[in-house]
């Protein structure tokens, strides 16, 4: 049998290229979760995050369209849901608050999200 280590967890992604958006689509669905999204700007992951009752984790793209996902970033955070980011640019551009805050650099390795997320939502953590 294989592995799903999302089994039933609702997993919100937010992620503005399309390729990358339907592959963590695909891999998460695959992985067990039912995934929330994909979303492609900071409005749409707001307006869906204030829709959705419960969320247990989230896939971040640090920049979507030129606008930094920082306020998704806090609204998850006074939520309590776990959640990486992911992005192509230097660690710099995230500010301090969200230090403790796993960052996977692109290109991504899926597995190691799926694998993160698990762990996260199974211990209710942020690392």
């Known amino acids: ?19 990358l958006a339907d592959e963590l689509r695909a891999e998460l669905g695959d992985a067990g979760a039912t995934v929330l999204g994909p979303v492609g700007t900071v409005t749409d992951a707001l307006v869906l995050a204030a829709r959705e ?9 640090v920049n979507l369209r030129g606008e930094m996902a920082f306020p998704v970033a806090d609204l998850l955070i006074e939520r309590g849901i ?22 996977c650099e692109k290109p991504i ?3 190691g999200i799926i694998g993160a997320l698990g762990r996260m939502v ?5 690392q």
């Open 82 to 103: 776990p959640f990486v980011f992911t992005t192509g640019y230097d660690e710099s551009i995230i500010p301090d608050r969200f230090s403790n805050i796993l960052r």
């Open 1 to 19: 049998m294989l592995e799903r280590p999302l089994s039933d967890r609702r997993i919100l992604i937010v992620e503005d290229e399309y390729m």
């Open 109 to 111: 390795a899926v597995d």
């Open 53 to 61: 009752g419960a969320i247990d984790g989230a896939v971040l793209d």
């Open 122 to 126: 199974e211990t209710g953590t942020r």
